[in-house]
């Protein structure tokens, strides 16, 4: 009884472009800390069942507390940038992470282990490079199977693919989703995807530099 509010089968591990979050019509705010890498980013690493329903915000007296990832800081703020509004330290989008999604696997993942396994996780996945290895690179328009057999070549698993839509309505690449092992040890073939909303073709928007936002 005591153990059933988290029980679960998976983790999705999430990562986002930072491109497709800010040429959004919503626009994004760089974290306190500067600009982020031209890389994706974690947004989180997600308690989730193989029928697809989730938990959330499952244990309201063990919140985010800072003071336990302390060591881990300087990482997340490489790894795991926030691009929400108004520009913050990040540590709003860390909390709200564990509070939300966190809570649901304590029982495996304590809050420094939770965050340090999506830290290794993202090291161990390394997207850019793996879709930059099949000509697949910010700038270009690919179809949505090809970046999927991408990731699949690459890593070994396909990827859950999201997608969003720039100022102009573009269909882009938003967030990739993988799939890890409820221990969060390693990667697994995903049991179930999340719904995809994406085209047949979709664009991999760069993240410009700021000589380029100038110019455009
Ligand atoms: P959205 O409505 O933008 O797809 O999702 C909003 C939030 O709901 C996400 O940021 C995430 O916290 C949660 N969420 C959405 N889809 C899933 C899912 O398939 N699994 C889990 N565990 N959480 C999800
Ligand atoms: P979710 O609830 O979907 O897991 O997480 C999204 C929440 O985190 C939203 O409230 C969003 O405003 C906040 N957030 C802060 N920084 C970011 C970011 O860089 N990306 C995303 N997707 N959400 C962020
Ligand atoms: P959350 O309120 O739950 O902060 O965000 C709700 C939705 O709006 C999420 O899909 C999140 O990614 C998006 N969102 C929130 N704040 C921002 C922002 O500053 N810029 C962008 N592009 N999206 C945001």
Request: with cysteine; charged share 25%.
């Amino acid at each position: 009884v005591l153990s059933s509010a988290q029980d679960f089968d998976f983790f999705y591990f999430v990562q986002q472009w930072p491109g497709s979050y800010c040429d959004t019509k919503q626009s994004c705010c760089y974290p306190t800390s500067g600009k982020p890498l031209a890389d994706f980013g974690i947004h989180g690493l997600w308690p989730n069942n193989n029928d697809g329903s989730y938990p959330l915000n499952c244990d309201s007296h063990n919140p985010f507390k800072s003071s336990e990832i302390k060591e881990l800081i300087g990482q997340m703020q490489k790894h795991w940038p926030t691009l929400a509004c108004p520009s913050n330290d990040g540590l709003k989008f860390w909390g709200h992470e564990w509070n939300k999604h966190g809570t649901c696997s304590e029982s495996v993942l304590d809050q420094h282990s939770y965050f340090e396994t999506a830290l290794r996780l993202q090291k161990e996945t390394n997207l850019l490079e793996i879709l930059r290895e099949s000509g697949i690179r910010p700038g270009g328009f690919y179809r949505l199977d090809e970046i999927k057999e991408a990731i699949k070549e690459g890593l070994g698993f396909a990827p859950g693919i999201e997608c969003n839509r720039d100022e102009s309505g573009t269909n882009q690449l938003y967030q990739i989703f993988l799939c890890v092992d409820n221990s969060g040890k390693q990667i697994i073939e995903c049991p179930v995807f999340p719904r995809s909303k994406c085209r047949d073709k979709v664009e991999f928007p760069v993240f410009p530099s700021i000589t380029e936002e100038g110019q455009s």
